[in-house]
């Protein structure tokens, strides 16, 4: 979660261009007091942006991340966030890494622990990964 505007102008300055959101909105308001400030920021400072809030300790059901991978596929200078990057954030890297780069869920989470050690932090999290495995490796009908 950036705490201050500053650091979106780091952001800008680093390439970010598209800016995932998974925090929840109580979330945002603790950062920033008010999540529609937030959002108004990010439009000024010309990110695009996607809200897609996930409660902490969860993940996105298969529904929410489908959604959420093809919105990261539509441009370049994607970042994701939520509080801490660790759970949320871990979690929809790790599943666009398992559709890009065809890794398994285990070899997904080891390659976000490589930048992130201990993302991905619950069963749930984990769980949405081990069922994007198992749809994928599936033999289609
Ligand atoms: P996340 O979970 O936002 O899903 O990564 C959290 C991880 C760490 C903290 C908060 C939320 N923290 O305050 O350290």
Request: proline fraction near 6%; glycine fraction near 10%; aromatic fraction near 12%.
């Given at each position: ?8 102008d ?6 970010v261009?598209?800016?995932l ?7 945002i ?9 937030y959002?108004?920021?990010l ?7 996607l ?24 441009g370049k200078?994607?970042l ?24 398994n ?19 749930n ?8 495995e198992?749809?994928?490796s599936?033999?289609?009908?």
């Open positions: 979660m950036p705490y201050s505007v500053d650091e979106l780091i952001w800008k300055s680093e390439g261009r598209r800016v959101v998974l925090a929840e909105d109580w979330e308001e603790e950062a920033w007091g008010n999540a529609a400030y959002f108004s920021l439009k000024e400072k010309g990110f695009e942006y809200h897609s809030p996930i409660p902490d300790g969860h993940a996105p059901n298969k529904e929410q991340f489908f959604e959420i991978f093809r919105w990261l596929g539509k200078g994607n994701v966030h939520c509080v801490g990057g660790m759970g949320r954030t871990g979690t929809v890297i790790a599943g666009y890494l398992m559709l890009t780069e065809s890794l869920a285990q070899q997904a989470v080891e390659e976000v622990r490589k930048y992130r050690p201990g993302a991905v932090q619950t069963l999290q984990f769980k949405l990964l081990l069922e994007l198992l749809s994928w599936r033999p289609t009908p």
